[in-house]
Every structure is written in C-alpha cells, then in structure tokens.
C-alpha cells in the first residue's frame, strides 16, 4: 500500500506557459511522480530535479524555467507541505522506486 506521501499521490497543479506567449496554458493536474518522470526523460540530471522538488515540497509551489517554455508548479493541497527531512524522503523514496524498476 502507498503512503500518503507517495510521489504517486501526491497531485500539483501545473501552469505552462510557452515562448512568446504571455498567457498561460490551461492549468492541468499531474502527480509528483508523474512530473519527477517527465523532467528525467528529459535528461535533467538528479541535482537540478532536487533542487525543484524540496523547495516545491517545503513551500507548497515553484516556478520552473525550462529551455521551451516556464511552468508553475503548486501542491493541489496546500496543507500537504513537508518540513525539509520529509521532503528529501520522498523525493529518495521516489528515486528508489525509479531504480527499481
């Protein structure tokens, strides 16, 4: 059974917005893990994704500027934000999961 602080369960709310467009694209809904997957087939290396999720775990939201384009990124539950140790937990959790597999 997965922990409620499962990469898994955990769902953000994410906002594009692409080059040259000053509006944002619809907001969409993605899990954690969904997002930690995206940004490592995109070749982003461990420490750069690191550095996105704690802050992103800690603070309940993160801007992320990507080579294409910029998202936002908020925790759906805003009362699901995570002291620093718990944070680096999941994002461990989620990288022996991915190991794993």
């Known amino acids: 059974m997965l922990s409620p602080t499962s ?3 955990i769902n953000l709310r994410q906002r594009k917005t692409l080059p040259g467009k000053t509006v ?3 907001e969409t809904t993605v899990t954690l893990a969904g997002k930690l ?3 490592f087939k995109a070749g982003y ?3 750069e994704i690191y550095g ?3 802050p992103l775990l800690m603070q309940g939201k993160v801007r992320i ?3 294409e384009r910029s998202e936002r990124l908020e925790l759906e539950d805003q009362d699901l934000r995570f002291p620093r140790s718990e944070a680096v937990k999941v994002f461990e959790d ?3 999961v ?3 597999s």
């Open 94 to 96: 989620f990288r022996a």
């Open 24 to 26: 944002p694209e619809p």
């Open 45 to 47: 290396e461990q420490d």
């Open 37 to 39: 997957d995206e940004l």
């Open 65 to 67: 500027d990507l080579e």
């Open 52 to 54: 996105l999720v704690i």
């Open 98 to 100: 991915r190991r794993a």
């Open 7 to 9: 990469p898994a369960q």
